[in-house]
């Protein structure tokens, strides 16, 4: 790389690391995702383990587009909190004015990347307020504090996170069918 050039770009693992860091300095930990994403698809899954919850947290935020969102969502919200927001935005983001709905647009782009029930989980976490969710919520009422965009983030990676368990179960469902031949998408060669 040209020396003095910026950096853009990075690589996942780097970009895991990276948004896991931002996430604990704004007070959330992959666990507390992986246990909205649990409770979510428990519901709908049957033996689903906490360790596919956490992986898929995991993934998730190795994927550039997420990054991105994190990273974007959670320098508003500190900017908000040091109000260095100019004109009526900053008291619209910092007060997390209901009508305001970007910050659940963000979370709608990243709820969605793994199928679209993604959308409807996330709908689901939005109003019902599950775990860390309902915790950044009124903890974003405290004096000086702004969740505005962190609890939508935080809540779509959830909610993405239990469609791509309810993806993989229903993979692993799908082979487990003796009536379908185990034969991998990969293995295309010993098709009759
Ligand atoms: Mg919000």
């Known amino acids: 790389m040209e020396k003095g050039k910026k950096r853009l770009v990075f690589t ?8 896991k860091k931002t996430l604990l300095k704004r ?11 649990y409770k979510q698809q428990s519901r709908y899954t049957q033996n689903i383990s906490r360790q596919v919850c956490y992986e ?6 190795s994927l550039r587009d997420v990054f991105h969102h994190i990273q974007l969502a959670a320098e508003i919200d500190r900017l908000a909190e040091e109000g260095m927001f100019q004109g009526p935005i900053q008291d619209i983001i910092f007060e997390d004015l209901g009508l305001f709905g970007i910050d659940e647009t963000m979370g709608l782009d990243v709820a969605g990347i793994y199928g679209t029930i993604g959308l409807t989980n996330f709908g689901d976490i939005d109003v019902n307020k599950h775990g860390i969710v309902q915790r950044l919520n009124d903890a974003g009422k405290e004096p000086g504090i702004c969740h505005t965009f962190l609890d939508d983030i935080v809540g779509a990676i ?6 791509r368990v309810a993806q993989v179960m229903n ?4 082979h487990e069918n003796d009536a379908i ?6 293995d295309l060669d010993n098709l009759d």
Not at 158 to 163: D, G, K
């Open 12 to 19: 996942r693992e780097e970009m895991l690391d990276m948004n």
């Open 27 to 37: 007070g959330v930990a992959v666990d507390a995702i992986a246990e909205i994403t």
């Open 56 to 61: 898929s947290v995991e993934k998730i935020l």
């Open 158 to 163: 959830a909610a993405a996170a239990s469609t």
């Open 171 to 174: 993979e692993e469902y799908a």
């Open 181 to 186: 031949k185990k034969i991998s998408i990969f």
